[in-house]
């Protein structure tokens, strides 16, 4: 069953790449892809999911033209997290995986240098898709109610406005997000606001990550 374009992605050409170029592509792919399957788990927190997700990526790959990728790996980390987003945000993913299922992974001390930086990689393209699709009170509703699971009313207190106007940001904000009118990204902009969500992710100290979200900005937009 296809999935809802939370996040839209590019079509693919009709035909696909040259025998060539298709093995240099499976090449490619193949050295990446545990490191995608990885991205996909923790966005999606179910193993399976994830290598479905992994695999639509591999197909889209398969079709897509040289021009357009010409950093294979950003590429692939950055279509990988588009389509774990879109699968995350599916109505049927949300029927079908309940929120208290068990870890897809089992239980370990904690994570390696190498699971750091996947896992870096990972929040680090979905937030640049946030602040290219998002303006900063869209964001700061988006990022507080999906990653961090705030209640509206407290939305409301950050932002300065209402919890149903809350509410209805987040909503604008989804939709945005299937929409392809994306903003230009200063890199300065974009390091204050990863580094802020990591501190919160890893501390569970918010304070700084609502301070960048906000902005001092109340609802209204950049």
């Not at 399957?37 to 040289?66: F, S, Y």
């Not at 640049?128 to 109610?145: G, I, Q, S, T």
């Not at 929409?179 to 304070?207: I, K, M, N, Y």
Request: aromatic share 4%.
């Amino acid at each position: 069953m296809p999935y809802p374009d939370l996040v839209r992605l590019p079509d693919t050409p009709q035909d696909a790449r040259p025998d060539e170029a298709l093995v240099r592509a499976g090449e490619a792919f193949a050295g990446i892809r545990p490191r995608l399957l990885k991205i996909a788990c923790r966005v999606l927190g179910d193993m399976t999911e994830a290598e479905d997700t992994v695999q639509e990526v591999w197909l889209r790959w398969q079709n897509t033209d040289p021009s357009q990728a010409r950093d294979p790996v950003a590429f692939l980390v950055t279509t990988t997290v588009r389509t774990a987003i879109n699968v995350a945000g599916s109505a049927r993913f949300r029927r079908e995986v309940p929120g208290d299922r068990p870890a897809a992974e089992p239980a370990a001390p904690g994570p390696g240098p190498a699971e750091r930086a996947e896992r870096a990689e990972a929040v680090d393209a979905a937030l640049h898709l946030l602040l290219r699709k998002l303006n900063r009170v869209e964001r700061a509703a988006f990022v507080l109610r999906e990653a961090f699971h705030y209640e509206y009313g407290e939305i409301a207190r950050i932002l300065g406005t209402t919890p149903p106007n809350s509410r209805q940001i987040v909503s604008r904000a989804r939709r945005r997000l299937r929409a392809d009118h994306e903003a230009r990204v200063s890199g300065a902009e974009h390091g204050l606001l990863l580094t802020a969500f990591l501190t919160a992710a890893q501390t569970g100290e918010v304070t700084a990550l609502e301070h960048v979200l906000s902005g001092g900005t109340r609802d209204g937009g950049h």
